[in-house]
């Protein structure tokens, strides 16, 4: 089945360093999605890329979607302490109906102040 | 706020004692998702309700069952809870049908512990 790589598993930075988090797909995805989700919260939409080769910013988010459409990076430049949680992506295949994302396995940002 | 509430926040529950969670959204989506999320994994789709189609996965074990007796609510059923089945249960809607692909919207989530 389809199945959704997302490295590193974790991540700490001092505050203000920079942030990458990759993710990977075994099919092509008609459309990759971004979460985060805080400690003990629910996860939050981000964004969406749709397009092959998409580049898409939200102040010091940026997020890619690969020309195969079939990797994506979320990297955060200057990290705060209001980054602090766990990313995932989320992609989608292709089919008839509903939409039914595979989550990666999740990035958890930890931040040094 | 048009929202995804999930209840109760938190459940406890005997091992092998039928326990259903709710959920009720006034998105007006069309579809409707039921997440399993374990301690720092990922969430993992249980099933969902396209419309009244109800949609399983293959690895989603026969102890789990749902109904959406109309577009705002949802349920899950747990007919026999084992420790294996406590984690965080997470509802989830979005959009479909019209060509587009959307952003899910998630509940705060039920958290389910087995005693």
């Known amino acids: 089945g389809q199945q959704v790589m997302q490295i590193p598993q974790y991540q700490h930075v001092q505050e203000g360093e920079d942030f990458t988090t990759y993710c990977n797909s075994s099919?092509?995805?008609?459309?990759i999605q971004w979460y985060k989700q805080r400690p003990g919260g629910h996860p939050v939409f981000l964004i969406q890329?749709?397009?092959?080769?998409e580049v898409k910013k939200q102040k010091r988010l940026t997020f890619q979607f690969g020309e195969a459409k079939k990797n994506s990076s979320l990297h955060i430049t200057a990290t705060q302490t209001t980054d602090v949680g766990t990313y995932f992506c989320?992609?989608?295949?292709?089919?008839?109906?509903?939409?039914?994302?595979?989550f990666g396995q999740g990035t958890r940002l930890t931040i040094n102040p | 706020d048009a929202m995804v509430i999930q209840n109760p926040r938190y459940q406890v529950t005997q091992f092998g004692k039928p326990v259903t969670l709710s959920c009720s959204q006034t998105?007006?989506?069309?579809?409707m998702y039921w997440y399993q999320q374990k301690s720092s994994q990922a969430p993992k789709l249980l099933f969902h309700?396209?419309?009244?189609?109800?949609?399983n996965e293959a690895d989603t074990p026969d102890n789990f069952q749902s109904r959406r007796p109309n577009t705002s609510f949802c349920f899950l059923d747990i007919r026999s809870p084992g420790l294996g089945d406590a984690a965080m249960y997470l509802c989830?809607?979005?959009?479909?049908?019209?060509?587009?692909?959307?952003?899910?919207?998630f509940g705060s989530g039920t958290r389910l512990t087995v005693v």
């Open positions: 989830a809607t979005s959009r479909a049908g019209t060509g587009g692909y959307y952003g899910y919207t």
């Open positions: 099919t092509t995805l008609s459309n």
């Open positions: 998105l007006n989506h069309n579809v």
């Open positions: 309700y396209y419309d009244k189609d109800f949609n």
């Open positions: 890329l749709v397009k092959s080769g």
């Open positions: 989320a992609g989608d295949r292709p089919i008839q109906g509903a939409q039914k994302l595979v």
